[in-house]
């Protein structure tokens, strides 16, 4: 169904994607998963050509980690393992899943899980990660719907008029605007915002991802 995942070197574009300057994401939904909104999930359709859609757990200091839908679906099947870790019942102290290594430490007498790939560290707590969960629902219906959107996106920016920023800003209301669809019945907690610039609060004192 979605053409564009079987293609190797379109996975590791999206796996291994360091984010110093975020990526610009049509039509996308941002969801914090902290009550600072210090660190969110977002999905969206990334215009780096090829356009594709693109899930991403970041942070307000710029950490991005893209996972691919077929890892963002392993994480979810493993989410009962990630949880023994945390409780010290799985075999090991960490858990590979797909380009992922998941593993669990203490931090300032917190029990913080750190998902790790090639390039990009993102931590958080036990209850964030199940906020993060919380969301698989949204995530596939908003997926589905925005893979049916990427062969237009990329018919229309490549439209002849100039500049291209032009060109997509009058063919796409803002981020989060969008009103196409609405994937607020298959989400726990709805939110859609513009990243702020800077946070000072940190899920837990210390972390620095």
């Not at 780096?48 to 693109?54: A, F, H």
Request: hydrophobic share 35%; glycine share 4%; net charge positive.
């Amino acid at each position: 169904m979605y053409a564009k995942e079987s293609s190797a070197s379109y996975d590791v574009k999206k796996e291994y994607n360091i984010t110093e300057h975020r990526a610009v994401r049509l039509l996308s939904r941002l969801y914090d998963l902290t009550n600072t909104g210090y660190k969110f999930l977002e999905i969206g359709i990334n215009v780096d050509p090829p356009s594709y859609v693109e899930i991403a757990l970041g942070d307000h200091r710029g950490h991005e980690l893209s996972l691919s839908l077929e890892t963002w679906k392993s994480l979810y099947e493993q989410r009962g393992n990630i949880y023994k870790l945390f409780r010290n019942e799985y075999k090991d102290n960490f858990i590979s899943v797909g380009p992922l290594t998941v593993s669990v430490f203490m931090l300032n007498y917190a029990t913080i899980v750190r998902l790790d790939s090639s390039s990009v560290r993102i931590m958080m707590t036990e209850t964030t990660l199940r906020r993060m969960f919380d969301f698989n629902g949204c995530i596939d219906v908003t997926f589905e719907r925005l893979a049916r959107l990427v062969n237009t996106v990329d018919t229309k920016l490549n439209c002849k008029m100039t500049p291209r920023e032009s060109c997509s800003k009058k063919l796409f209301q803002p981020s989060g605007k969008y009103t196409g669809f609405d994937a607020r019945h298959a989400c726990p907690s709805y939110s859609t915002r513009a990243l702020p610039t800077s946070s000072r609060d940190s899920e837990v004192p210390g972390i620095a991802p």
